[in-house]
């Protein structure tokens, strides 16, 4: 199987992508997720090259794969917060030190002056809430923190917001995933409810892409 062919199965089957893997890497899977969610959520070309990352779906799968026995709740769950906490970090910082100049760019390399434009809107209307909101948004949710740093918002107070958003996203997820994996519905209807998962989390980008190609 190629990288690609990988990603894309981790894109539709998330269970099965780190069910094989397990399989293959043992307790090794537990740093193949921890750097598929930092890099999600620190890594902004990332997102920007891979929209459609299966964040959310990803961390329902480890839930589900958690009850069964595949994965261990109790390291799963503080491993990804912690990524996801680092991950803001890095962006954070990144943004207090080269966000001015970065935003007066047109573009650099997939950094495109729309997405940030999207994110500042998001950013202004819902404050410092956006922080732990944008955590169930892909793409939004690793500008919000680099924007965090530009404008200056107090570390102490980024921090606060970043944990508890990282508590919240990693935490409510894997454990809808631990509990609603025991239904006997849910994993004969696996597929459907992995990619409903993605496209809730994708609507706000989806939605924002509509209405651009509407007016256009």
């Known amino acids: 199987m190629t990288i690609y062919d990988f990603f894309v199965k ?8 780190i069910s094989q893997l397990i399989t293959k890497y043992n307790e ?9 969610i930092f890099a999600e959520t620190g890594l902004i070309i990332a997102s920007f090259l891979m929209p459609f990352l299966p ?4 961390i329902f799968a480890i839930g589900l794969l958690s009850s069964k026995g595949e994965l261990n709740i109790y390291i799963v769950i503080p491993l990804l917060i912690f ?16 966000g001015s100049y970065l935003i007066k760019k047109e573009k650099i390399l997939f950094l495109k002056q729309e997405y940030i434009d999207r994110a ?17 948004v892909p793409v939004i949710r690793t500008i919000v923190p680099f924007l965090s740093g530009t404008t200056k918002v107090k ?5 606060l917001y970043s944990f508890i958003g990282a508590v919240i996203w990693v935490g409510l997820i894997s454990i809808l995933g631990y509990n609603l994996g025991k239904i006997k519905w ?3 209807n696996l ?4 990619w409903g998962i993605i496209l809730i989390a994708n609507l706000p980008l989806l939605k924002q892409l509509f209405l651009k190609n509407k007016s256009a």
Do not use: C, H
């Open 120 to 136: 500042t809107i998001f950013f202004q209307k819902n404050g410092k809430n956006s922080i732990i909101m944008a955590r169930f």
């Open 186 to 188: 849910v994993q004969e």
């Open 10 to 17: 981790l894109i539709s089957n998330p269970d099965i992508a």
């Open 191 to 194: 597929e459907y409810v992995i």
């Open 83 to 98: 990524a996801a906490l680092l991950g803001d970090n890095l962006n954070y910082y990144i943004g207090r030190r080269f």
């Open 155 to 159: 570390y102490s107070v980024f921090l």
């Open 28 to 36: 090794w899977v537990y740093i193949f997720l921890f750097l598929i």
């Open 55 to 58: 964040g959310d779906a990803l």
